[in-house]
């Protein structure tokens, strides 16, 4: 795993955006898994920034959402439908057939779920997975005693993730219980992970990813499994890994190529 320790979140931002960036240059049908969240939001910003500027062509570019709530109607504001056309979609310029989200109103969830992975197949396999991180560990909605080997399914919202994501509704009851997600398996087969975090109430669970035992009862350290996995970190973040002085030493001492 590549620990890449910056100042602060728009350090985290530009850094992200430049190697988001770097792989649609290299692919124009690049697939990129998207993840919502507050997480990702400079990112997203970042990179509309070099669409606006013509720096980047994004035209042919797919992507795969994480996750959807269960049962919010697609239309709503914070449905991860409407999240990710409105602060993905439009802002990055792609091609709307081409950006998915899973369905979390039909009426045959667990078909839906089938057919989500078999779209992310016939896409050729997303290129770059970025991910936030939950306070508790969690990746997607794989909330904690995920197997590292599930594929998209429909969780049920731990009550931590509930009340952090009530901030986006009028009231906590409001936030869905259930959801779909991709699994950790799922997660695990995009050729380059990129996890992103800022602030304090992440370093906890940033710790336990990066240093602690893989367990599932922490899914983030699936990244572990992972031979091509990158987080970007702000100071505060950071804060409680014990190997901060290795990470930013390897960062140094990159050879040319890049190593991890
Ligand atoms: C979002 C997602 C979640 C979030 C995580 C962190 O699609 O899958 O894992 O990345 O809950 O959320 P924020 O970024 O709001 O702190």
Known sequence: MDVVIVEDPSAVAAYAADRIAGVVRRRAGAVLGVATGSSPLGIYAALAELVRAGQLDTSRVSAFALDEYVGLDPAHPESYHSVIANMVTEPLGLDPERVHVPDGIASDLD??????????????????????????????????????????????????????????????????????????????????????????????????????????????????????????????????????????????????????
Request: proline share 4%; glycine share 8%; hydrophobic share 45%.
């Open 111 to 260: 078909a839906a779920c089938a057919d989500y992975e078999r779209r992310i197949r016939a896409a050729g396999g997303v290129d770059l997975q970025l991910l936030g991180i939950g306070a508790n560990g969690h990746i997607g909605f794989n909330e904690p005693t995920s197997s590292f080997a599930s594929r998209t399914r429909i969780k049920t919202l731990a009550p931590q993730t509930r009340a952090d994501n009530a901030r986006f509704f009028a009231t906590e009851a409001e936030v869905p219980v259930h959801c779909v997600t991709q699994g950790l398996g799922t997660i695990l087969q995009a050729r380059q992970l990129l996890l992103v975090a800022q602030g304090e109430q992440k370093a906890e669970a940033i710790a336990r990813m990066i240093e602690g035992p893989l367990a599932s009862v922490c899914p983030a350290t699936a990244l572990q499994l992972h031979r091509d996995a990158t987080v970007v970190i702000d100071r505060a973040a950071a804060s409680r890994l014990e190997l901060a002085d290795y990470y930013a030493y390897v960062q140094e001492q990159l050879p040319s190529g890049g190593a991890q």
